[in-house]
């Protein structure tokens, strides 16, 4: 079995490729290529996928074995909680067991590197290469039980809740979100950002998909559109301000206004970013990955602010955070990220900070969106995900090796992450396949939405002859 790490993370089928001795194999190619460090200490959680407490276990008896120490969750927890507390506890590295917003028969690995950031493409590349040493020289895995590690002072539990409450409340103004009396419906999706909000802002919140479910409710734990139906019911039938929700893992963020209408990611990072930028005043670099709005290149020019755009994956925007002084990050998936809280994304907070935002702002939300519109579009965002056999992928990337600008009639190429083609126009067009799922991503923007679904159309037609 070949352990692959994607855009975020390894990832796979439950029982297939995603079994207890696979997970073993990781975390012991993690110990080895980590074994010459002092820092010792790993921070350990796990979200509510299937199973995800039981592997977490396993991990944590393979770093036991290997003389870390390990402070793990007393419950399920959010990714980015995770990454807020290896930094807090000065820790070696995070591991977080999830597949985030995969379907429920896959989960996952992710792990942070000290500075609570994804890690990158060598640190991954180091365990990878490590992987296939062990493989390759019949390496034996080494297991400590969790209790004998209790009594030897090498393992704790530590309590999620209270931690990131506190972490959580100091980057915003809740006196003021709380003065403001915002009723919102905040839909968890059934996945770790359950409880959060709630405990936060009491009576304010009304919370939907919180109870536990592996099948989560049978969609897909992702903030897109086509699986918020219950949020859109549930803000009409409560006559709430907006609707706010968050991932499997609760580092990405979505929203909906009080006609349950859906806010994209790409308008929800374009408010983030002149919130910031007007009312903070903060100062700093911007990044966005390659499928990412032109809204943050115009509010960019607009308070000249440099912008450095990525392949996709966060892990990049987390490089970014290494090397330079930035503001915010963000991808068009709805991760987002602000160094002076955590090198990584955030749903929850970004939760609150809209919460900041419409409490300092009092209109309709769909009001500020129009607002935004006006003053930094009009643009309109889609995205399509398609699912192809292996056969057919292979044919569409040989395909794509071929074209050039003037293949789609267009004025420019980029090749940084899949073909991103820009056309007089202002509008643009990204075919790519995905780094976490069997599916060929789609996604177009364009001034007018017409034009944006005559780009997608013309790119399902590309991928079907």
Request: glycine share 6%; charged share 30%.
């Amino acid at each position: 079995m070949k352990i692959k790490f994607g855009t975020d993370g390894w990832r796979a089928v439950i029982g297939r490729d995603f079994t207890y001795e696979n997970v073993a194999q990781l975390v012991q190619a993690f110990c080895d290529f980590k074994s010459k460090e002092k820092n010792k200490k790993i921070i350990l959680g796990y979200d509510r996928r299937f199973c995800s407490q039981d592997f977490a276990k396993e991990a944590a008896c393979v770093l036991l074995a290997n003389g870390f120490f390990v402070e793990m969750s007393e419950k399920y927890v959010p990714t980015p909680l995770i990454s807020c507390r290896v930094v807090e506890q000065k820790a070696l590295a995070g591991i977080m067991v999830t597949a985030s917003h995969n379907p429920y028969k896959w989960n996952g690995i992710k792990i942070k590197e000290k500075d609570g950031g994804s890690a990158s493409a060598s640190y991954v590349q180091g365990i990878e290469a490590q992987i296939q040493k062990n493989q390759k020289q019949g390496r034996k895995i080494k297991r400590l039980d969790i209790e004998s590690a209790i009594r030897k002072k090498q393992f704790r539990y530590f309590d999620p809740f209270s931690f990131y409450l506190k972490k959580l409340s100091k980057f915003v103004d809740l006196d003021l979100i709380k003065k403001s009396k915002l009723r919102i419906v905040f839909d968890a999706m059934h996945g770790s950002g359950t409880g959060f909000l709630k405990e936060l802002l009491g009576k304010q919140v009304i919370e939907i998909r919180s109870q536990e479910d592996p099948f989560f409710g049978g969609v897909n734990p992702e903030p897109i559109e086509k699986n918020l139906l219950p949020l859109k019911s549930a803000i009409k039938k409560e006559n709430a301000y907006m609707g706010l929700v968050t991932d499997g893992d609760a580092d990405r963020i979505g929203a909906m206004d009080e006609k349950g209408h859906f806010i994209s990611a790409q308008q929800i990072f374009a408010l983030l970013l002149e919130h910031l930028l007007r009312e903070r005043r903060w100062k700093g670099q911007v990044v966005k990955t390659v499928s990412t709005t032109l809204m943050v290149d115009r509010l960019c020019e607009t308070f000249s602010i440099p912008l450095l755009e990525t392949p996709i994956g966060f892990k990049h925007i987390c490089q970014a955070f290494r090397e330079n002084k930035v503001l915010i990050g963000g991808e068009e998936s709805g991760g987002i990220g602000i160094p002076r809280h955590v090198s990584e994304r955030d749903g929850l907070l970004c939760a609150l900070l809209l919460l900041e935002i419409s409490a300092q702002n009092p209109m309709p939300f769909s009001k500020l969106i129009q607002k935004l519109q006006k003053n930094y579009g009009p643009l309109h965002y889609r995205r399509e995900d398609l699912s192809l056999s292996t056969q057919h992928m292979k044919s569409i990337m040989q395909k794509l090796k071929k074209c050039d600008a003037q293949s789609f009639a267009a004025i420019k190429l980029d090749k940084k992450d899949g073909w991103k083609f820009y056309f007089s126009d202002q509008s643009w067009l990204l075919i790519r396949p995905s780094g976490t799922e069997p599916l060929l991503r789609v996604y177009a923007e364009a001034p007018k939405k017409k034009r944006t679904d005559q780009l997608i159309e013309y790119a399902k037609k590309f991928v079907e002859h």
